[in-house]
């Protein structure tokens, strides 16, 4: 059972448009969700985080908004550009940083291409 | 952010032989580590968890006697995969959480390529 779903699979976006990753997750145990980017042959890098306590993050161009009733949050990439090509994964964990016992559950991943 | 090395970045090795990959905290204690399995355009799933001193913990499905792991010091964790078969070609990622700093964040080593051939 898949604890965590992701989408869209593929997405791809116009420089300077906005792209959007969207994830919704099953068990209300989790505390700690956070979003990764993975390039190509390498290990995934946290982009930024969120707490179910706070509705909305934004660290740059990147932005979370999170929705506790609904249990669902998404990533928002302002101003996307061909640098952001990448496979970005949501997660969620039932301790903050992604540590605990369980470790981080991922969704499956969306795999974004923008265009020059 | 804090750094964590695996080694080596990829292995080709023969069916039937053994391979150890390693994953290193450089610049912190790290008293849990992850380690992950992704294939091709796939997510990451946990494999097992590992605590220093004591015994890995392994998700349901996955073979212990296969996957051997191994966490001697607060630095240093190791995963074998022993007599290593095609199916087992993989990306292997471990991650080390940091604790005791009041940044607790899991980071994540560039990876393992894993061929069997």
């Known amino acids: 059972q898949q604890q965590v779903k992701q989408s869209p699979q593929s997405l791809i976006v116009q420089k300077g448009g906005i792209s959007i990753i969207n994830c919704a997750y099953e068990n209300t145990a989790f505390d700690y969700f956070p979003w990764y980017q993975q390039f190509p042959g390498k290990g995934p890098a946290l982009l930024i985080a969120?707490?179910?306590d706070v509705s909305e993050k934004k660290e740059g161009r990147f932005t979370i908004s999170f929705n506790k009733s609904a249990k669902q949050f998404s990533l928002h990439i302002m101003d996307s550009q061909p640098g952001d090509s990448a496979t970005y994964f949501c997660a969620a964990s039932k301790e903050w940083g992604g540590g605990g016992a369980d470790g981080l559950t991922f969704g499956k991943g969306t795999h974004l291409i923008i265009q020059p | 952010g804090a750094v964590v090395s695996q080694h080596p970045s990829w292995v080709i090795c023969k069916s039937g032989t053994s391979v150890k990959i390693e994953c290193r905290s450089l610049d912190f204690q790290a008293t849990t580590m992850f380690w992950y399995r992704q294939f091709p355009k796939q997510s990451l799933m946990l494999m097992a968890t590992s605590n220093e001193g004591s015994k890995a913990t392994y998700e349901q499905g996955v073979e212990k006697d296969k996957f051997l792991i191994n966490h001697a010091s607060l630095t240093l964790s190791t995963l074998t995969v022993t007599s290593a078969h095609p199916e087992d070609s993989s990306f292997y990622i471990c991650?080390?959480?940091?604790?005791?700093?009041?940044?607790?964040?899991?980071?994540f080593g560039q990876g393992t390529r894993l061929t069997v051939v």
């Open positions: 969120i707490r179910p």
């Open positions: 991650s080390a959480y940091q604790t005791g700093t009041g940044n607790t964040e899991a980071f």
